[in-house]
Nanobody, 121 residues
C-alpha cells in the first residue's frame, strides 16, 4: 500500500513564503514522478508542476512560474513545494500525487488528502 500525505498548509499574509511537504510511504520503490495541484473554492483542480524522481526534472506551470519551485528528497521520499510572494488568489487546498510503477509494470497514481493554504490580504 502507498500513502501520500501533504503538510505545511496554514494561514499566511500576502507576500509571505511557505513550504509544503508531501511524504510518500509504503511501496515506494517504483516512484517515477510526483506532482502538485491546488483547488480553490468553486474552481477546478489546477496543475502546478511536477518533478521526476530519478533525474529531478521539473516542470512548473506558467501561472506560478517564478514564485513556486518544486524539489524532492529521495532519501526521505518527500517532495516539497516552495511558495514565495504569496497572494490571496493562491488560497486553495493543495494536493500532491505520486506516480508509481509496481514490480509487475502496472502504473498507479496515488493522491493525498490535501492541505489548506490561506493567504490574507
Amino acid at each position: 500500500q502507498v500513502q501520500v500525505v501533504e503538510s505545511g498548509g496554514k494561514l499566511v499574509q500576502t507576500g509571505d513564503s511557505l513550504r509544503l511537504s508531501c511524504i510518500i510511504t509504503g511501496s515506494t520503490a517504483g516512484i517515477t514522478a510526483t506532482g502538485w495541484f491546488r483547488q480553490a473554492p468553486g474552481k477546478e483542480r489546477e496543475f502546478l508542476g511536477r518533478i521526476t524522481w530519478s533525474r529531478e526534472n521539473t516542470y512548473i506551470a506558467d501561472a506560478v512560474k517564478g514564485r513556486f519551485t518544486i524539489s524532492r528528497d529521495t532519501a526521505k521520499n518527500t517532495m516539497y513545494l516552495q511558495m514565495d510572494d504569496l497572494k490571496p488568489e493562491d488560497t486553495a487546498v493543495y494536493y500532491c500525487n505520486a506516480g508509481i510503477q509496481d514490480a509487475s509494470g502496472k502504473w498507479s497514481t496515488y493522491w493525498g488528502q490535501g492541505t489548506q493554504v490561506t493567504v490574507s490580504s
